[in-house]
């Protein structure tokens, strides 16, 4: 035992001087390993940390959220109500615990007073089974029991940790205090861990059932947090759910719509959602790109290897085993592996600070990323791979030659010419494959963002500021008084050219208000296949607020509030989906809600105008939108839209003012210019745009050194073969020619395997990218093309070097 190890030290300070004799060729070497394990281990971190690194909850895979879907729209989010829920939670056997909470955190707020300036917070009402469901302990105090959960109990709050830390400064006798929020008494009763966010967002928690409001049957905004039963899969419960919905749709058809269907899905999932794939798709890329980089290496130790052939076979004819020159090998490949882990820790370290600097800001627990044991262990786990592949792979071409051939050196050039052209070509065929599997990544992505800057948002972005105002234990008849007299205020400043206000300002969040709709004349089969609707209330002067242009008919103004002259304005897409022309919209009617409700006692709604189609929900994507005046509905307004003719961010402090003149007690929060709303909106198409061109750049520039790497190890074992055609009378440019096809030939046909799988790599990006709806043709063809092209030029360059060499050296080689 001592002796092997001693053996193994010995090979390892041989490979040691040897990295010393011919520095150029191993530093580049560990240069290039470092970027590829440093790639992969940064982005394996972020994968860890984010998706794989558990939830701080209690058997987080026994936990599912549920909603309904609608099978004539597979994206759509069926919200449930509080009594529906209940009748889940007394009907279900599938779970062992049932809780309800909103679909977003957004349209929840409560401000917070009598602690300095007011501060707007984002709370989630939620019902008393929602910590215990989710298995989630406090850091103080406790959660909510039942006793706190219905009308008339008094109010609670649990508070989110940060916003413990810095508004009450890590206080822990805060717990049983009163805090004012929205002017009424809530008893803090609890302080969540530093690592609990769940919903994302909210800042504090309160108990559903306080509010009567929320209680009824036509008041639809919830969704279901369960626990499974020990044994009970997925499907068991989706079936179990659905079987409940059937019995809940018999038991009050008036509150159910056809085709509605039960989703459920893992907890995992729906808190990372697309941010998953992403993230896979970002490692699977580093992946990828490790691949090229050990190619390459490999390549590089393989015409080494060549070089060294003679020493090996004398080394061998003197006695040496086999056994003794492959721990030789593995010896030096694991020298550069370790020196590669090493400097790929360090390159793993920056690059996860700049993932998490250029990120967006939506992707959870992104910011406790680090390096950890778990990456650690990845790389080590990685080097010892890439040991193992540089030691065998020229270990493998030599131990299977001939010792009295390679003593011999026109056999031994012969000889290794064969043996290593099999290993040769398959590299380049490999690293073309992969390459362009990158280059096409990227290309996609560079094009998707090129597609989402020339998207049409429906705004003017240039000076215009919106903010939030919220308006709680108001009534509608205060609340709308109150935005007519700001609007008014606003409207008589000079540097104000329109100011509006709207339910949801643009890019707000995902989920909105969708609202079935049904035309006066429409069959209900014809209006259950209206697309769903983007419902919004506005003020007048909103849309010449953020210049959405009026295509036909006009807009509201402070006189439509007559309760029996119900109007509305629509988007063109919607108008041309459900009337088939822009100007024949004006003056038909609409009925909000479900297609199939009875026309006696409806309300219609007629069409005033037609405006342009605009972005709300998410950058790219365009719905039908329905615009309501805030006079003839009782839905609160909650965003203020104002244009100015100076920098509108200098005028926040005039609004703060306005806003204090009527009342004090309200806080203006989230102020925000369109730009920089449609900024924040391209953050993360901008962030994988920045990362995959990175990855498509460094994947060519990999390409370009391992093909003249490559190439020029051909070119060196044919040295003698090209000086004996020249002095035949081959011309230069034939040689070049007859040499560049030979190698160019293994590049197209992995070019062409990789065009192959990029065709299944698209289907995976259509879910990803805006506008994608299959293969992008153009990223395949520009990826093919550029790949060709930097392989043509590594190609031709040692050619033409070898070919200027004079003639006589050649033939003496």
């Given at each position: 035992m001592r002796d092997t190890i001693s053996d193994f030290m010995r090979e390892f300070t041989q490979a040691a001087r040897l990295m010393v004799r011919h520095p150029r060729l191993f530093l580049i070497t560990i240069l290039v390993l470092s970027l590829g394990i440093g790639m992969s281990t940064a982005l394996f971190s972020v994968m860890y940390g984010v998706l794989l690194r558990p939830l701080p909850v209690h058997q987080q895979d026994r936990l599912v959220i549920a909603w309904k879907g609608d099978r004539s729209d597979l994206t759509h989010v069926g919200e449930l109500s509080y009594p529906e829920f209940q009748d889940w939670?007394?009907?279900?056997?599938?779970?062992?615990?049932?809780?309800?909470?909103?679909?977003?955190?957004?349209?929840?707020?409560?401000?917070?007073?009598?602690?300095?300036?007011?501060?707007?917070?984002?709370?989630?009402?939620?019902?008393?089974?929602?910590f215990s469901a989710l298995g989630a302990q406090p850091a103080l105090g406790r959660t909510f029991q039942e006793l706190d959960d219905h009308p008339g109990a008094e109010p609670t709050v649990v508070l989110q940790y940060s916003l413990w830390k810095n508004q009450f400064h890590a206080d822990p006798s805060v717990i049983g205090k009163t805090v004012s929020l929205s002017g009424d008494g809530y008893t803090v009763i609890g302080v969540m861990p530093p690592d609990f966010d769940f919903p994302a967002g909210a800042q504090l928690w309160t108990p559903l059932g306080l509010n009567v409001q929320w209680t009824n049957r036509d008041a639809t905004f919830l969704q279901v947090v369960g626990r499974l039963k020990p044994g009970v899969s997925l499907r068991q419960s989706t079936t179990d759910i659905n079987r409940v919905m059937a019995n809940v749709s018999g038991q009050n058809p008036q509150y159910s719509e056809p085709g509605e269907f039960a989703v459920v899905t893992p907890l995992p999932d729906y808190v990372f959602g697309s941010n998953k794939s992403a993230i896979l798709l970002l490692w699977g890329a580093s992946l990828l790109l490790l691949v090229i980089a050990c190619i390459n290496i490999t390549s590089l130790l393989l015409a080494r290897a060549i070089v060294r052939e003679k020493e090996i076979a004398v080394r061998l004819a003197l006695g040496a085993t086999r056994g003794r020159l492959l721990r030789q090998f593995v010896a030096e490949g694991s020298v550069l592996s370790f020196a590669g882990a090493l400097g790929g820790c360090a390159v793993a370290r920056i690059l996860i600070a700049l993932v998490q600097a250029l990120a967006p800001p939506g992707i959870p627990r992104?910011?406790?990323?680090?390096?950890?044991?778990?990456?650690?262990?990845?790389?080590?786990?990685?080097?010892?791979?890439?040991?193992?592949?540089?030691?065998?792979?020229?270990?493998?071409?030599?131990?299977?030659?001939?010792?009295?051939?390679?003593?011999?050196?026109?056999?031994?050039?012969?000889a290794g010419s064969r043996r290593s052209a099999f290993f040769r070509r398959s590299l380049l065929v490999s690293e073309a494959m992969v390459t362009m599997l990158l280059l096409v990544s990227a290309g996609m992505v560079v094009h998707n963002y090129y597609n989402l800057q020339r998207v049409q948002l429906g705004f003017v972005i240039e000076n215009t500021l919106t903010a939030q105002i919220r308006l709680t234990n108001v009534d509608a008849a205060q609340r709308k008084a109150f935005f007519a007299e700001?609007?008014?205020?606003?409207?008589?400043?000079?540097?104000?050219?329109?100011?509006?206000?709207?339910?949801?300002?643009?890019?707000?969040?995902?989920?909105?208000?969708?609202?079935?709709?049904?035309?006066?004349?429409?069959?209900?089969?014809?209006?259950?296949?209206?697309?769903?609707?983007?419902?919004?209330?506005?003020?007048?002067?909103?849309?010449?607020?953020?210049?959405?242009?009026?295509?036909?008919?006009?807009?509201?103004?402070?006189?439509?509030k007559d309760p029996n002259e119900k109007v509305l304005i629509v988007s063109e897409s919607?108008?041309?989906?459900?009337?088939?022309?822009?100007?024949?919209?004006?003056?038909?009617?609409?009925?909000?809600?479900?297609?199939?409700?009875?026309?006696?006692?409806?309300?219609?709604?007629?069409?005033?105008?037609?405006?342009?189609?605009?972005?709300?929900?998410?950058l790219g994507i365009t719905q039908g939108d329905i615009f309501v005046p805030f006079l003839?509905?009782?839905?609160?307004?909650?965003?203020?839209?104002?244009?100015?003719?100076?920098?509108?961010?200098?005028?926040?402090?005039?609004?703060?003012?306005?806003?204090?003149?009527?009342?004090?007690?309200?806080?203006?929060?989230?102020?925000?210019?369109?730009?920089?709303?449609?900024?924040?909106?391209?953050?993360?198409?901008?962030?994988?745009?920045?990362?995959?061109?990175?990855?498509?750049?460094?994947?060519?520039?990999?390409?370009?050194?391992?093909?003249?790497?490559?190439?020029?190890?051909?070119?060196?074992?044919?040295?003698?073969?090209?000086?004996?055609?020249?002095?035949?009378?081959?011309?230069?440019?034939?040689?070049?020619?007859?040499?560049?096809?030979?190698?160019?030939?293994?590049?197209?046909?992995?070019?062409?395997?990789?065009?192959?799988?990029?065709?299944g790599l698209a289907h995976a990006y259509t879910y990803l990218l805006y506008g994608l709806r299959g293969v992008d043709f153009l990223s395949v063809a520009v990826a093919f093309v550029v790949l060709c092209l930097v392989s043509l030029t590594t190609s031709v360059v040692p050619t033409l070097r070898a070919t200027q060499v004079p003639l006589a050296n050649l033939l003496a080689d």
């Amino acid at each position: 035992m001592r002796d092997t190890i001693s053996d193994f030290m010995r090979e390892f300070t041989q490979a040691a001087r040897l990295m010393v004799r011919h520095p150029r060729l191993f530093l580049i070497t560990i240069l290039v390993l470092s970027l590829g394990i440093g790639m992969s281990t940064a982005l394996f971190s972020v994968m860890y940390g984010v998706l794989l690194r558990p939830l701080p909850v209690h058997q987080q895979d026994r936990l599912v959220i549920a909603w309904k879907g609608d099978r004539s729209d597979l994206t759509h989010v069926g919200e449930l109500s509080y009594p529906e829920f209940q009748d889940w939670q007394r009907q279900s056997s599938a779970f062992e615990m049932l809780a309800a909470m909103p679909t977003t955190v957004y349209g929840y707020g409560l401000t917070l007073t009598g602690r300095g300036e007011p501060v707007e917070l984002e709370r989630t009402p939620v019902t008393a089974a929602f910590f215990s469901a989710l298995g989630a302990q406090p850091a103080l105090g406790r959660t909510f029991q039942e006793l706190d959960d219905h009308p008339g109990a008094e109010p609670t709050v649990v508070l989110q940790y940060s916003l413990w830390k810095n508004q009450f400064h890590a206080d822990p006798s805060v717990i049983g205090k009163t805090v004012s929020l929205s002017g009424d008494g809530y008893t803090v009763i609890g302080v969540m861990p530093p690592d609990f966010d769940f919903p994302a967002g909210a800042q504090l928690w309160t108990p559903l059932g306080l509010n009567v409001q929320w209680t009824n049957r036509d008041a639809t905004f919830l969704q279901v947090v369960g626990r499974l039963k020990p044994g009970v899969s997925l499907r068991q419960s989706t079936t179990d759910i659905n079987r409940v919905m059937a019995n809940v749709s018999g038991q009050n058809p008036q509150y159910s719509e056809p085709g509605e269907f039960a989703v459920v899905t893992p907890l995992p999932d729906y808190v990372f959602g697309s941010n998953k794939s992403a993230i896979l798709l970002l490692w699977g890329a580093s992946l990828l790109l490790l691949v090229i980089a050990c190619i390459n290496i490999t390549s590089l130790l393989l015409a080494r290897a060549i070089v060294r052939e003679k020493e090996i076979a004398v080394r061998l004819a003197l006695g040496a085993t086999r056994g003794r020159l492959l721990r030789q090998f593995v010896a030096e490949g694991s020298v550069l592996s370790f020196a590669g882990a090493l400097g790929g820790c360090a390159v793993a370290r920056i690059l996860i600070a700049l993932v998490q600097a250029l990120a967006p800001p939506g992707i959870p627990r992104l910011s406790s990323v680090h390096l950890n044991v778990f990456a650690l262990v990845f790389a080590c786990f990685v080097s010892i791979v890439v040991a193992a592949t540089f030691g065998l792979a020229p270990a493998l071409l030599m131990m299977r030659q001939d010792v009295r051939d390679s003593l011999n050196e026109c056999t031994s050039r012969a000889a290794g010419s064969r043996r290593s052209a099999f290993f040769r070509r398959s590299l380049l065929v490999s690293e073309a494959m992969v390459t362009m599997l990158l280059l096409v990544s990227a290309g996609m992505v560079v094009h998707n963002y090129y597609n989402l800057q020339r998207v049409q948002l429906g705004f003017v972005i240039e000076n215009t500021l919106t903010a939030q105002i919220r308006l709680t234990n108001v009534d509608a008849a205060q609340r709308k008084a109150f935005f007519a007299e700001l609007l008014h205020r606003l409207q008589s400043h000079s540097e104000v050219s329109a100011a509006g206000a709207i339910l949801l300002r643009p890019f707000e969040g995902n989920i909105g208000w969708d609202v079935p709709y049904r035309a006066r004349g429409q069959d209900i089969y014809a209006a259950k296949r209206n697309p769903i609707s983007n419902f919004e209330v506005i003020t007048p002067g909103y849309f010449q607020a953020v210049g959405t242009p009026l295509l036909a008919g006009r807009y509201f103004t402070f006189d439509d509030k007559d309760p029996n002259e119900k109007v509305l304005i629509v988007s063109e897409s919607l108008a041309r989906r459900v009337f088939g022309d822009v100007q024949r919209s004006i003056g038909r009617q609409v009925r909000l809600g479900r297609a199939d409700a009875g026309d006696e006692n409806s309300e219609w709604w007629t069409i005033i105008g037609v405006v342009a189609d605009a972005q709300y929900r998410k950058l790219g994507i365009t719905q039908g939108d329905i615009f309501v005046p805030f006079l003839q509905t009782d839905v609160p307004l909650r965003y203020v839209a104002v244009r100015t003719r100076v920098s509108p961010a200098s005028f926040a402090p005039v609004l703060g003012q306005d806003v204090a003149a009527i009342n004090k007690t309200l806080a203006v929060s989230k102020s925000r210019t369109m730009e920089q709303l449609i900024a924040d909106a391209k953050v993360g198409p901008r962030f994988a745009m920045l990362l995959f061109s990175m990855f498509g750049l460094f994947a060519g520039f990999l390409a370009s050194l391992g093909v003249y790497g490559l190439v020029s190890d051909s070119v060196a074992q044919r040295r003698r073969e090209i000086g004996i055609r020249m002095a035949l009378g081959a011309q230069r440019r034939s040689v070049v020619y007859l040499v560049t096809l030979g190698e160019m030939s293994s590049i197209i046909l992995g070019g062409f395997l990789g065009l192959v799988l990029s065709v299944g790599l698209a289907h995976a990006y259509t879910y990803l990218l805006y506008g994608l709806r299959g293969v992008d043709f153009l990223s395949v063809a520009v990826a093919f093309v550029v790949l060709c092209l930097v392989s043509l030029t590594t190609s031709v360059v040692p050619t033409l070097r070898a070919t200027q060499v004079p003639l006589a050296n050649l033939l003496a080689d």
